[in-house]
Nanobody, 129 residues
Framework: QGRLVESGGGLVDPGESLRLSCTPR????????IGWFRQAPGKEREGVSA????????YYLDSVKGRFTISIDKAKNTVFLQMNSLKPEDTAVYYC??????????????????????WGQGTQVTVSS
């Protein structure tokens, strides 16, 4: 598995939107689950959202449900995370990750880091007025 490349982070006011993109460098997304994690200063990395490239099954952290939408464009080999109604508590470094699309992550109530073996370098999202 190769590395993943994220883009789309930035500084926005509360209530605004951002769209993050994730593209693998050396492999296609077929048969993978792609996840977005975030880590704020002094906090543990947490799973925000994930999507299966096989059947489109998705996962969302409770605090982002209704605000964030994950999608996959197979023609572009890219996964997007549309983040609307951003809040200051969404401020973090956001990481894209990929792993084999097994049952493990589908049954989890909290997206497990251990299910993902390839990671990007992260992109900073800051929500502040």
């Amino acid at each position: 598995q190769g590395r993943l490349v994220e883009s789309g982070g930035g500084l926005v006011d509360p209530g605004e939107s951002l769209r993050l993109s994730c593209t693998p460098r050396r492999f296609t997304l077929d048969y993978y689950v792609i996840g977005w994690f975030r880590q704020a200063p002094g906090k543990e990395r947490e799973g925000v959202s994930a999507i299966s490239s096989s059947d489109g099954t998705t996962y969302y952290l409770d605090s982002v449900k209704g605000r964030f939408t994950i999608s996959i464009d197979k023609a572009k080999n890219t996964v997007f995370l549309q983040m609307n109604s951003l809040k200051p508590e969404d401020t973090a470094v956001y990481y894209c990750a990929a792993g084999p699309d097994t049952l493990g992550w589908r049954k989890a109530t909290i997206l497990p880091l251990s299910a993902f073996g390839s990671w990007g370098q992260g992109t900073q999202v800051t929500v502040s007025s």
